[in-house]
């Protein structure tokens, strides 16, 4: 018997190179983009290894778990680390990084993520890219949550390593990532001489066998399914327009978060909703409800809704709502409000699930304008 999913002749190198090009035109960037073979992850830690070593000094802003990982990994790297964190509930600023950079002028590095999806938050890259520009450290960025739901601008804001994924709100697989990479990126590299080479972390492996080599031989047989679901779900965006996808999901994030408000019983966790990612909307339960246990009565109802609590010790106080890719939609902003609001009456906090779904109704509507009203 034959089956699609298997049936398939080779993805061709041709094939592979067109679907990096589709990714680089989404980001906007005349930068190298290497499409990886893996969960985001891959490129996110292969990134670090091949641009940091023991005479890197890093800024690591911290404004969540990924960026306690990265501050991790340049450590394990040999690299100095000056960590900048603020509470999981804002974002950083411009200007905390310039004062930063300015204590310590030493800084070749900073690492930054653009959309917390496990705390709710996104920092404000353009600007804090005009600041590293200045100081002339080299700019990592971590964009899978944020790819599809704002605008990922690796070029216009001085990003040297700008890493992407495609489950969260590009709608696509997570077994495929990618990485744009500037030629100061590439330099460093090549200087570095504890960057991974014949690994499956190695970028430089990439560049010199792939890149280098005019994008005729894959390094090995690519991961057909993904690259192939990759393609589909950026064919997907160009389709929509890249604009009307990123308005979805600024709708879905003011209307959970207006519904949430109207609701009683649950407070945003990311405090002004400029620091609030459209990705994601956190919320913080009552101290003696416990947000795990309000999920899992919610997730009763329907399964289905993108609801989760906090990870590790976020878990007893923060609920997600994750309104991201298929999820960006009226119909799963209400589901998820509906869920939580008649778990909570049940158990006996005072919450009003009608007013919750009209505020988000009325939020979506302010929001989207004319072009989205269906949504």
């Not at 080779?10 to 969960?39: C, H, K, N, W, Y």
């Amino acid at each position: 018997m034959t089956h699609p999913f298997l049936d398939l002749p080779p993805l061709s190198a041709g094939r592979f190179a067109a679907i990096e090009d589709r990714v680089a035109r989404l980001l906007g960037t005349g930068q190298d983009v290497v499409v990886m073979q893996g969960e985001a992850l891959l490129p996110l830690e292969g990134a670090i290894r091949a641009a940091a070593g023991p005479g890197t000094v890093a800024l690591n802003v911290v404004t969540g778990p990924y960026g306690q990982t990265f501050g991790n990994w340049l450590r394990d790297c040999g690299a100095t680390v000056h960590d900048l964190a603020v509470p999981f509930h804002t974002a950083v600023s411009a200007e905390q990084v310039g004062r930063a950079l300015a204590e310590h002028p030493e800084i070749d590095f900073v690492s930054l993520v653009h959309a917390e999806a496990a705390t709710g938050n996104t920092n404000p890259v353009a600007e804090i890219g005009e600041v590293v520009r200045a100081h002339g450290a080299l700019f990592y960025l971590d964009a899978v949550a944020s790819v599809g739901a704002e605008p990922v601008l690796p070029d216009a804001w001085g990003v040297d390593l700008c890493v992407i994924g495609a489950q969260k709100a590009m709608g696509g697989p997570a077994g495929v990532s990618a990485v744009s990479v500037s030629e100061r990126a590439w330099a460093r590299m090549a200087a570095n001489p504890n960057a991974p080479r014949r690994s499956y972390l190695s970028l430089l492996d990439w560049k010199e066998r792939w890149i280098d080599g005019g994008r005729k031989a894959l390094l090995h047989a690519p991961a057909q399914l993904e690259m192939l679901a990759l393609e589909a779900c950026v064919e997907r965006i160009e389709a929509e327009g890249p604009g009307t996808v990123m308005a979805r999901h600024a709708s879905a994030a003011a209307a959970t978060r207006a519904g949430a408000l109207a609701l009683g019983g649950l407070e945003p966790y990311v405090y002004e909703a400029g620091d609030a990612a459209p990705v994601a909307t956190t919320l913080r339960t009552p101290s003696d409800v416990d947000a795990s246990a309000l999920v899992a009565r919610a997730l009763e109802s329907d399964p289905a809704l993108p609801l989760a609590a906090g990870g590790g010790a976020l878990a007893g106080e923060m609920i997600r709502v994750n309104h991201y890719g298929p999820d960006a939609t009226r119909g799963a902003v209400q589901g998820c409000l509906a869920a939580l609001g008649a778990a909570l009456v049940e158990r006996g906090v005072k919450a009003d699930p009608e007013a919750a779904r009209r505020a988000a109704e009325e939020a979506w509507e302010r929001a989207a304008g004319p072009g989205l009203s269906e949504g």
